[in-house]
């Protein structure tokens, strides 16, 4: 494409605009500009003690109503019954709830993100593989439940009820009506006091009365202290993991007594309570993954008491100053939805959108604002990333333990957080890569080769390091050896490379990427395939392996593990020339890359190849999109000229064959692919499929827009990569980019054409990319650059390069 | 007795009960029509506040009964069978059902006196048993009358009818239909004040049996004889001073049908004794009976028990399961049979103890709620002594009781959203009587729309359980539910009635897949509806026209023999499906209300039975601003 500058005369390369040209219509954006200095706070390590807070001089709360904008609301509380569907979530990055709003007996249940049980499960089952149960692989599990019990507030009495989530400001809260007092309850989990905190405020001259109460969720004894003003728990789990939690409550008027093992309060016309807790976790290897130095119980009731000593409206604004820089980093605007789509509240929203199938773009916004909201409260440095669920569990036994899930689902959880503006967000999962490294380099050389797992490398040889399909917090693995994991682990630390330009990062990652490079180089064989033209050659393919999940089990060259060590050797060439690294073994590297057998469309079905067979072995319609990594979330697979057009026309024939109507992360990778290849109304509807509404455990969206899988007639599970997958799906439809080159509309669907615009958008190369469009044409852009100085610009169908240094901007007008 | 399995006449009682399973005619398809009609009427203009969905009259009630001012209103009371069918800790000492004794009446005469009379609670009611021994041995006079076992009513049954009547109360007493077999006596027994009559004579010669548990022979009233031994009953019952009779097991119902089983005649020679006697005595029939004998049921009988028991037969009286919620789904078949003389029976109203019924409080409320706006009787089968204060709250609220016992037509399902449902009927005054209920297991919000109900603007909300006026809604109200919770509001509407553009079923401009076809119906806007609405088959109005873009509340006129569901969308949606509750019958149309977006000029609204069986519809109207 040739550059034609002279077709913009409003660009203006390399300058730096007078202002910030940025949508504002959310009025929080100006204010999360003018405290992004926050940010840049480091995570704290795990559950330690931390620093005074930095308490703000000023109220940093939004207006009623610019919160307003980026509300979800409903006009029922949660069941304790079904938290998982109706529960609100909060988050520290840590400390996670669920919280049922119900005026009479709110409830949390919380979690914190280390208490697993498990170790290294370095005991391989007879055939080779890791045992997958709740002791020896583990599973994250529930820390406490809190109980806040006001009886005279039953529901029956209640009007007016109304529960919002304020994406924006990271807090739940409800209100609602008895004779004449309206009650408002606000819940927020507090990174910068490491405490979830409840408050209970009321105008109208009522009052509380009522019982809290904290309770472990593994037999714990709780104890309250009169004197000490707390309760408490604390205990060991089996694999020796201490863990504690905390809880006071405080008011300015009436009584709150400690008695046994509760808290009672009367007559209060506030109420403040302060719940904490954590482990004795820590992301060391060497130190066997715990802090001696930690003692859970009593770090928890530190913790509470010392946030006590401050108000509710003190621990209010500290939260919100600490939260809204990050919610503020990124504005969306799909257009404008209807006044009878406004008047419903979220679950009445979501089952309309459905039924009329008339596009709500508001709605639409909303649930990648959520998507964000789960980023922000789930995944801080310092901690742990999420896992299947995040840190938002209804009991000890969730599905798949709650694990790592390393063909897809951890990847999915990370693939919106740079688009969306949240890269910091990003660190959780670096850090866990890093921290789990030693052992699982461990592992892979000491147990990958054991005879009998049908996975070994045949050539005897083995170095770096791979993962099984699960992963835990403590260097184990569940269920089966997954070759390729390594390398997919490895796409999206390295992604994460690509938007952040980061070297200090890229240095940080590269015993990961080099690992895994050495692990391919040990396990790559040889073999000799023929050519279309007949000719013979020999190429370099993956050994026995399984395409997730599907298919047999001893496959060579799949293609899911073609494509990744295609990548994998790709980033390792970028990374040493960036790094100045290690050049002869990137040219070894290099020397196989150009060997490696890449896949063919097969002749009898059309579809690119998944198993280096022309054959399908598995499901037409599979969950999975392994045979299409290509496509998305690499880019070796592209809608131009680079892509010859037999493989691009294999691709699309496969993921039509795949079919339209799955579950969540399935139907968003499969828009995800959509948008790669501009079919903006596929990609569009398989966003919309993830907004169905979830009933009796349907798939779909649950009435908190947490992301449901149906897993047998009546139960569905949570899966949250999917609410995350969709977020990233609804951005991919807007900006597509590589490093040096960024597509602005790619696959813009019709119902958000009118008029739109988005801002803070993370683009590969280094920028931050706001852009406003209107009758489907983009009408002005801006690239701030992160760490990129240049890239090609493609927007309303013409092609032009841009240059800018960092830390500065270029804008486009009138385009 | 009642629906229990076992046989009156057995000497063990039977354990487990089973509950009645309810006939559902999942095949059913509307009457035969074959001729597609053509050219019928366009899309009508018309206000339709007059034909609000909630809003039919009450048939006119003609009892032949000479009983008059026999349940003008449906009765109030107390009945014996909660406490005797349950095994809650302590209620029946000496075996099965042996809670009926004259001292528990006594006992629970002077407690009602004393809690609910006052409410208008005046009927205590002796249930099966009063002439069982506790083996559940009958016992029967020398002319084959039911006679009372000494041990449990050892005054005798006019005695205990004289303490009720002393307490200004009224008495009621029990008896299953036929003639009992142990009474039978080899077909040689005298029937009292009938010269030459026996057993064998009122009885057929093949002994065939009849009634809910087969317990007794079937009269023959073809020979005078049965008349004089039904008689005989009501005589004796009408001397001991009794105002009131369950006559149970009657069929069609009871979960039986066939001639063996048909009691119509049973039931008109009981209406005929009772008057015979010149007591006013209030004869209502058990249950589940069959509604297609309604017209037979209203003829000679003051109510109806329209379903199976509401007991559970377990360690509470009832539970939501088994069966009270039931009945959300089988009430809305009877609701234009019930009026002044006879009512629509749901049975025994147990909210009164909490611990002992087996409800929360939610439930408590919802349950009280579903009967008043049924106006069913509100008799309740909980220990009197024993109530709680939340229980005699419910049983007392003077607001409920009143929306029971006044004279608005029985309400209906107004948007039957599953398990959200809002239920209503206008009053006299021009409000509206309104339900909300979640009988989902999780708190839900429920939202009545004044478009619905069939007006717009503001209206004023009255609070019925919480006795509070919530003040001035716009367009709709929206409260949060707990899990089986209820509200119950009086709302007067300030505004203007809704105006809506009508559209028929059998227009022409409409189309027609599958099975669908035009089919007559007389009570049906424009004499026609469509119907074959199965496997397939789709009616789609082709169009809808609107000013505005917007979510419409759309009225569709429909008629159902039996609760069905169908899928209805606008345009290109999904749809959503709607449950299309009983209509009683393939002739009569009710109303129901969904929400649907439209955009402004043309639409289309499709009904699509995919792969199952839907209601025929009569016509849609469509508000015509949103």
Redesign the interface.
Known sequence: MNIQRTEAPDSRPGQQPAEIHRPNRRGFLALAAGTGAAVALGGLPAFTASAAPQRPTASPLLSAADAAKNQLWWQAPGSANSMINQGLPVGNGRLSALASNDPSSELLMITDASLWTGGLNDSLTDDGQFPYGRDDFGSLTLLAQLTVAIPDHDLGNVNNYRRTLDLAQGLVGATYDISGVTYQRQIFASRPDDSIVLYFSQHGGGTYTGTITLAGTHSETTTADSAGRYASFGATLGNGLKYGAATTAYSSTGKVLVNGTTITFSGCKDLTVVVSGGTDYAPDSAAGYRNPSVDPQALARTKVLAAARHSANTLLHTHVADFLPLSGQLDIDLGASSAAQRELDTWDRLQARWRDNVPDPELEAAYLQFSRYLMISGSRAGSLPMGLQGGWLDGNDPDWMGDYHTDINIQMNYWATDRVGLSNQFDALTDYCLAQLPDWSDLTQRLFNTPTNRYRNSSGKIAGWTVAISTNPYGGGGWWWHPAGNAWLCLSLFEHYEFTQDRAYLEKIYPLLKGAVQFWEARLITTTVTDASGASREVLINDSDWSPEQGPLDAKGITYAQELVWNLFGNYHTATTELGRDAAYRATIDGLRARLYLPVVSPTSGWLEEWMSPDNLGETTHRHLSPLIGLFPGDRIRPDDSTPKDILAGATALLTARGMTSFGWAQAWRSLCWSRLKDSEKAYQEVVNNLKPSVNGGNGSAQNLFDIYEVSQGDGIFQIESNFGTAAAIIEMLLYSRPGHVELLPALPAAWAAAGSISGVGVRGGFVADLSWKNGKVTQVTLKSVGGSSTTLVCNGSSRQISVRTGQSVTLRNL | MRSSSHSPLSRIPAGAWRRTTRATLALAVTVGFATAVSGAAHANTEPSAATAPAAPSIAPATPASATSGVADTPYMGWSSWSMQSSSYPGLNPDGNYSYLTEANVLKQTDALATTLKSAGYDYVNIDAGWWMDNSWTPEYDQYGRQTPDPTRFPDGMKAVADHIHSKGLKAGIYLPVGLEKGAYGGGTVPIYNAPGCTTADIVYPDLRTTNGWDSAYKLNFDNPCAQKFVDSQAQELADWGYDFLKLDGVGPGSGKSGDNYDNVADVAAWNKAIAATGRPIHLEISWSLSIANAADWKQYSNGWRIDTDVECYCGTLVTWENSVNDRWTDAPAWSNKAGPGGWNDLDSLDVGNGQMDGLT??ER?SYMTLWAINKSPLFTGDDLTKLDSYGLSLLTNKEVIAVDQNTSPVARPITPTGDQQVWGTKNADGSYTVALFNLG?????V?ADWAALGFTGNASVR?L??K?N?GTYKSKI??????H?SRLFTIKPAGAPLTTTSYEAEAADNTLAGNASVAGCDACSGGKKVGNLYLGGKLTFNDITVKK???YDIDVAYVSGDPRAMTI????????SVPFPSTGDWGTPQTISV???L?AGTNTITFDSGTGYGPDIDKIAVPQS?
Request: glycine fraction near 10%; charge should be negative.
């Open positions: 409080n939610a409320q297991t999780s708190p839900a919000s939202t609070d359980w919480n509070s919530l929206t409260e949060a539910l707990p899990a919770g873009a917007g979510i969308y606008s345009n290109n949606g999904n749809g959503t929400q649907l977006a955009k949103s």
